[in-house]
């Protein structure tokens, strides 16, 4: 059984336009939530974190919310650009480090020039 | 600057054949992990290892091994390939030093089993 959900494969959005990737989670022992960006023939590379102890977590164009209530969490891109089509994992751990992951599916972001 | 490789881009192997895949990284990690990435599946942990000599199975370690020898090699092995392991195998490091640690992944290994 997925942990870590994400369900939409893929999301289109216009450039300079936001976009929302969405992911759920149904371990409650997660405590650690991490965004995961990965181009074609490349690895994974990290994108941003965020602790259950906080709510938002902004760095740039990117910020993660999370809803512990809800077990969810967001990342919005705004202004989003056409090299941010890639796709997008979320992550999560139960340890409080990245000792100790699991990935969701992914969702293929596509920006439109 | 943080660099992890993988010793192979590409590789096209049998069935039966036994493979090594070599990952290394040179930022002194004590953890190190092997994924398959698959379609819809996304990445899921096959082995891990917190130190050398050590090794613990992830979600799907049937049909693989790893070795750690050296702090800074991690090396999965496919005893007999088999086509259902055509896949990306990508291999990542962290730290424990900073509790708030990201793993740090290597290009890939885009492996097909004929």
């Not at chain 2, 091994?65 to 962290?94: D, G, H, P, W």
Request: net charge positive; proline share 4%.
């Amino acid at each position: 059984d997925q942990q870590v959900k994400q369900n939409s494969p893929s999301l289109s959005v216009q450039e300079g336009r936001i976009s929302i990737l969405n992911c759920d989670y149904t371990n409650s022992m997660f405590d650690y939530f991490l965004w995961y960006k990965k181009y074609p023939a490349e690895g994974p590379t990290f994108l941003i974190s965020i602790s259950s102890i906080k709510d938002k977590n902004e760095d740039g164009r990117f910020t993660v919310f999370l809803n512990k209530s809800a077990k969810h969490l967001s990342l919005h891109i705004v202004p989003s650009q056409p090299g941010d089509s890639a796709v997008y994992f979320c992550a999560a751990s139960p340890t409080g480090s990245a000792r100790q992951l699991t990935f969701g599916s992914g969702t293929q972001l596509t920006v439109l020039p | 600057d943080v660099k992890v490789t993988q010793s192979s881009r590409y590789l096209v192997k049998r069935t039966g054949e036994k493979v090594f895949l070599e990952c290394v990284q040179d930022m002194d990690h004590e953890n190190m992990f092997w994924y398959r990435q698959d379609p819809g599946l996304g990445l899921r942990l096959i082995y891990f290892s917190y130190d050398v000599k050590m090794k613990e199975k992830g979600d799907i370690p049937e049909g693989y091994s790893v070795s750690r020898e050296k702090k800074e090699r991690f090396s999965l092995i496919l005893e007999s390939a088999s086509t259902n392991q055509t896949s990306m195998y990508l291999c990542a490091s962290s730290s424990v030093r900073g509790a708030r640690e990201t793993q740090y992944f290597g290009p890939g290994t885009r492996l097909l089993v004929l």
